[in-house]
T-cell receptor, first 112, second 113 residues
Framework: AQSVTQPDIHITVSEGASLELRCNYS??????LFWYVQSPGQGLQLLLK??????LVQGIKGFEAEFKRSQSSFNLRKPSVHWSDAAEYFC??????????FGAGTRLTVKP | DGGITQSPKYLFRKEGQNVTLSCEQN?????MYWYRQDPGQGLRLIYY???????QKGDIAEGYSVSREKKESFPLTVTSAQKNPTAFYLC????????????FGPGTRLTVT
């Protein structure tokens, strides 16, 4: 079945540590790929997106993500996490029929 | 400032009542979307509209209705037929010439008791 999987429901990291959030998708063609961030009780803000070209994409707030076709993955990374990065992160896939599918989200907690 | 507004932020209703959630955008976007968000389930698509006076059901349209009389507005009505209406509702919009990127409003939390 077509899906977007975020294997980690909740991740805790210490402030200043590196971060990697995983995302895998199972669609036939290479879809458009997105990472969004959501603070509690707020809407979603786009962090970055991948359509084609360079498989390492840079986003806002110091985030980056790497598309790996062979692994059907689009993992989000940040070298040094700040306390303000605590939020929920959603991976999303844009399909050909004007549709977007979201993963279940990963909640990030940042320890002081 | 351009953006998407949703009102109200919090909404409380009694079971059996219909309730309408507002979504307005001044981004001149063609397409608009309604999602429902429940803890641990990500976002699920309720309805979407690509042009005025036209809309399509998403994955969980039962118990909901929409209208798109103006490009800027896409209200969602949660009817009494929706079995579990308590949730966080997000509206989004998109410029269809763009590559699927959606812009989101701040959301409305609906509580039905």
């Amino acid at each position: 079945a077509q899906s977007v999987t975020q294997p980690d429901i909740h991740i805790t990291v210490s402030e200043g540590a590196s971060l990697e959030l995983r995302c895998n998708y199972s669609y036939g063609a290479t879809p458009y790929l997105f990472w969004y961030v959501q603070s509690p009780g707020q809407g979603l803000q786009l962090l970055l997106k991948y359509f084609s070209g360079d498989t390492l994409v840079q986003g806002i707030k110091g985030f980056e993500a790497e598309f790996k076709r062979s692994q059907s993955s689009f993992n989000l990374r940040k070298p040094s996490v700040h306390w303000s990065d605590a939020a929920e992160y959603f991976c999303a896939v844009g399909l050909n029929n004007n549709d977007m599918r979201f993963g279940a989200g990963t909640r990030l907690t940042v320890k002081p | 400032d351009g953006g998407i507004t949703q009102s109200p932020k919090y909404l409380f209703r009694k079971e059996g009542q219909n309730v309408t959630l507002s979504c307005e955008q001044n981004l001149n976007h063609d397409a608009m979307y309604w999602y429902r968000q429940d803890p641990g389930q990500g976002l699920r698509l309720i309805y979407y509209s690509q042009i005025v006076n036209d809309f399509q059901k998403g994955d969980i349209a039962e118990g909901y209705s929409v209208s798109r009389e103006k490009k800027e507005s896409f209200p969602l009505t949660v009817t009494s037929a929706q079995k579990n209406p308590t949730a966080f509702y997000l509206c989004a919009s998109r410029y269809t010439a763009d590559t699927y990127e959606q812009y989101f409003g701040p959301g409305t939390r609906l509580t039905v008791t």
